[in-house]
Nanobody, 123 residues
Framework: QVQLVESGGGLVQAGDSLRLSCVAS????????MGWFRQDPGKVREFVAT????????SYADSVKSRFTISRDNAKNTVYLQMNSLKPEDTAVYYC????????????????WGQGTQVTVSS
């Protein structure tokens, strides 16, 4: 099964930017819908963004729309999450996920997950 490895998290100040990367162990284009989710301790894993199998369609949570951008580099089997104008409420562990379904904004729709990368935004 596909293995996912995230990177790029860190500690930043409010208003800063970060780019998260998720490298897959195998080809994902035209096979997997890719998504980013985030989770605070004690809370349900929250949808952030998703990109379709061929990269032609994206969807975002209202809380990140216009600030975050999801993209995929199919030649590198990599998905990115560009996060701009970060806010303290964006603080969470961010997870990359892959789904064989054509779309999905619910975490149970995703079968494969990375280990997560911590993003902390200070005020």
């Amino acid at each position: 099964q596909v293995q996912l490895v995230e990177s790029g998290g860190g500690l930043v100040q409010a208003g800063d930017s970060l780019r998260l990367s998720c490298v897959a162990s195998e080809r994902t284009v035209d096979i997997y819908t890719m998504g980013w989710f985030r989770q605070d301790p004690g809370k349900v894993r929250e949808f952030v963004a998703t990109i379709s199998r061929n990269g032609g369609a994206t969807s975002y949570a209202d809380s990140v729309k216009s600030r975050f951008t999801i993209s995929r580099d199919n030649a590198k089997n990599t998905v990115y999450l560009q996060m701009n104008s970060l806010k303290p409420e964006d603080t969470a562990v961010y997870y990359c996920a892959a789904s064989p379904r054509s779309s999905g904004t619910y975490y149970l729709q995703y079968d494969h997950w990375g280990q997560g990368t911590q993003v902390t935004v200070s005020s």
